[in-house]
């Protein structure tokens, strides 16, 4: 499910069963914060995320998420 789309930026779900995995890939010359809503969407709910991979911060908004990467960074957490 893709959360996020921009010219330099992507943000994408995968599942499987129970396990969310959460994507995010900025391929800009500088570092950005995503605001990515969650509603309606399988992260509505979600109470935390765990690293996976990558650089960059996910942290809880009012709305959804702020995703911090660096430049041209990734981003893969488990999300429950």
Same mark, same amino acid.
Not at 9 to 37: C, F, K, M
Not at 56 to 69: D, F, K, P, V, Y
């Given at each position: !499910? $893709?959360?996020?789309?921009?010219?330099?930026? $992507?943000?994408?779900?995968?599942?499987?069963?129970? !396990?969310?995995?959460?994507? @995010? $890939?900025?391929?800009?010359?500088?570092? @950005?914060?995503?605001?990515?809503?969650? @509603?309606?969407?399988?992260?509505?709910?979600?109470?935390?995320?765990?690293?996976?991979?990558?650089?960059?911060? $996910?942290?809880?908004?009012? !709305?959804?998420?702020?995703?911090?990467?660096?430049?041209?960074?990734?981003?893969?957490?488990?999300? !429950?």
């Amino acid at each position: !499910q $893709i959360l996020y789309c921009s010219y330099d930026s $992507i943000v994408y779900t995968r599942t499987a069963g129970e !396990q969310r995995v959460l994507i @995010a $890939i900025h391929r800009g010359g500088e570092g @950005a914060v995503l605001h990515v809503s969650t @509603a309606e969407t399988e992260l509505e709910h979600h109470a935390a995320s765990s690293l996976l991979f990558g650089a960059g911060t $996910i942290r809880n908004e009012a !709305q959804g998420l702020a995703i911090e990467l660096p430049p041209n960074g990734v981003l893969i957490a488990s999300m !429950q």
